[in-house]
């Protein structure tokens, strides 16, 4: 079983410019989530999709980033303008709906902030 | 607040030791709880869960973590470590479909 596929795995941009990261989960996962993971901390929960769906982006800073899931399947974080305190690990997951508690990660892509 | 609370950034242990990784969460209701854990480089590999029933649950690589209801905490726990489960470890509840990550205890085991 194929698991969950995350690109670029790096990137290093210049503050103010953009960057846009690709996800695409597990066959059949009804949910996906994507997090920030900042060096030295836990993964924060950013925006948390079911199906198509937004259930929770209460910590997506909604001035610069912006996801979607259009088709339930693929799903696109985007940040612009980049500043330098978003320079993180985002880390995609799945998982087959909302109530089975197990998450399937990505390997995530590094974002270094100049 | 809900929170999970992770009071140990680094674990040493000897290979052959037992080990222990503490974990202890405050949160509304009767939550979901997780242990992952993150090789370099990698993203985070899920290793056990409570729901509920037995107090002792078992998991992948030999670990296991204790519930405790009266402490609020889930331990990660094995009887012999190995140097090979050096790595990142995170404990995670998922209360109502949100899941809050501790901020990490390393674990190095040493030959």
């Known amino acids: 079983e194929a698991g969950v596929a995350q690109s670029p795995r790096y990137k290093i941009i210049e503050k103010r410019q953009s960057v846009a990261f690709w996800c695409n989960p597990i066959s059949g996962h009804a949910t996906l989530y994507w997090y920030q993971q900042i060096l030295g901390q836990g993964p924060k929960l950013l925006i948390q999709?079911?199906?198509?769906?937004?259930?929770?982006d209460s910590q997506l800073p909604k001035d610069r980033f912006s996801a979607e899931r259009l088709k339930g399947v693929d799903s696109t974080l985007k940040i612009q303008p980049a500043k330098l305190e978003d320079s993180a690990v985002y880390l995609c997951a799945s998982s087959l709906d909302r109530f089975s508690g197990e998450l399937f990660f990505g390997e995530g892509s590094r974002l270094t902030v100049l | 607040a809900q929170s999970v609370a992770q009071p140990e950034d680094q674990v040493n242990v000897a290979e052959g030791n037992p080990l222990t990784v503490k974990c202890t969460y405050s949160v509304s209701g009767n939550p979901y709880l997780f242990w992952y854990v993150q090789y370099p480089n990698r993203g985070l590999q899920f290793l056990l869960k409570?729901?509920?029933?037995?107090?002792l649950v078992k998991g992948s690589y030999g670990f296991e973590a204790e519930f405790n209801k009266s402490q609020t905490s889930f331990h990660l726990k094995k009887p012999s470590a190995l140097v090979s489960d050096s790595a990142l470890y995170f404990c995670a509840v998922d209360n109502f479909n949100k899941f809050y990550f501790g901020s990490g205890t390393k674990l190095n085991v040493k030959p």
């Open positions: 999709f079911q199906n198509n769906g937004v259930v929770d």
């Open positions: 409570y729901i509920t029933g037995d107090n």
